[in-house]
């Protein structure tokens, strides 16, 4: 798998982390509050860790 495959798929998996937010704006999620959060912070910091693995820079 080549670098840009992996950018164009890491940008796929970001792009969902809009919709768990709307997640948490619903009232009746009940205990999967939890897990909807518990899914942010591993979303966050496993982008934090790409961009650590792997600059973002304008040519890439």
């Known amino acids: 798998m080549d670098i840009q495959t992996i950018k ?12 768990l937010l709307s997640l948490l704006e619903q009232p009746n999620l009940g205990t999967l509050r939890i897990d909807v959060n ?4 591993e979303l966050d ?15 890439n």
């Open 45 to 59: 910091d496993l982008m934090d860790e790409f961009k650590r693995t792997i600059p973002q820079t304008e040519n």
């Open 38 to 41: 518990q899914a942010l912070e």
């Open 8 to 19: 164009e798929r890491i940008a796929a998996v970001e792009s969902k982390r809009d919709y």
